[in-house]
């Protein structure tokens, strides 16, 4: 049996999923007892920062994909080590390479990483670069036009499909991974305009791109999400600190296929922005 945490999430969804179309035995950890989870999923509902709630969820499992960044997390993990759990897959991020608890993201990052190699089970780190189903935060923009405002315009990502990490995250669930860091990248590192270029051509949509400066993005991330968090962001794309431009092969060594393109996930997502 496999615990999934973050069941509704980006990620956790596609492992769910990925566990689920393989026959294997999942859980599906929801906050609330009617959230619908793929078929073939067990919903069981708890919460990562009440080691308390998750009796029910650990009972025979042998794995669990975790999230970072949960308050409680020494605690979790020592629960699931007294319900028998052998292995953790831990989805970290490549900041936490940075080990720089100055920094909001790096530091729950780290933490979260420092928190599992501590706790004595059997573990493997995902390290994603940006997600691809980020692009869904210009849905608001275009559902009132053709215009997109986009962010650090001139940052290349090797952005990566939630489901590429899904498909590495299953398989290091099976075992065979432990003590490993995985980097995960797309095939090639595209910029802002490259990803709108792409949706155009998918959506059959003349999208136009404005650019915003660095004033006008600072404005934009102040008003929706909290200072350090702006500052971490900041440091990463303005300054330099983050390199999400390398690309590794890690989805295609260890799954056996190549990384998806953005194109790919554009077209996989299609109905989503229309």
């Known amino acids: 049996m496999f615990l999934v945490t973050g069941a509704t999430g980006n990620v956790g969804a596609e492992v769910t999923a990925a566990l689920a179309a393989a026959g294997a035995p999942v859980r599906a950890l929801v906050r609330r007892p009617d959230v619908v989870v793929p078929e073939g999923a067990e919903a069981v509902v708890g919460d990562l920062d009440d080691p308390g709630s998750l009796t029910d969820a650990l009972k025979g499992v042998e794995g669990v994909f975790l999230l970072s960044g949960y308050e409680n997390m020494p605690g979790t993990l020592a629960k699931a080590r007294e319900a028998g759990v052998r292995r953790i897959v831990l989805l970290s991020g490549g900041s936490a390479a940075l080990a720089d608890l100055g920094n909001a993201v790096s530091r729950y990052l780290t933490l979260s990483e420092r928190a599992v190699r501590e706790s004595g089970l059997d573990w493997t780190f995902l390290r994603p670069r940006a997600f691809m189903s980020n692009a869904l935060r210009w849905l608001p923009q275009l559902r009132t036009g053709d215009t997109v405002r986009v962010q ?10 939630p489901a590429d990490i899904a498909a590495v995250a299953a398989l290091a669930l099976a075992g065979g991974h432990e003590g490993l860091v995985h980097d995960l990248t797309g095939p090639v590192a595209v910029r802002p305009v490259e990803q709108v270029a792409a949706l155009a051509s998918v959506l059959g949509r003349d999208l136009r791109v404005v650019a915003l400066s660095d004033d006008e993005t600072r404005v934009e991330l102040e008003a929706g999400m909290p200072r350090e968090y702006v500052e971490a962001f900041w440091s990463f794309y303005v300054d330099g600190t983050l390199d999400e431009a390398t690309v590794y092969p890690t989805v295609s060594e260890v ?6 393109t953005f194109e790919e996930w554009a077209e996989a997502h299609a109905d989503a922005f229309r």
């Not at 799954?255 to 998806?260: L, M």
Request: net charge neutral.
């Open 152 to 161: 650090f315009p001139d940052v290349p990502v090797a952005c990566v499909d």
């Open 255 to 260: 799954t056996g296929r190549p990384a998806r």
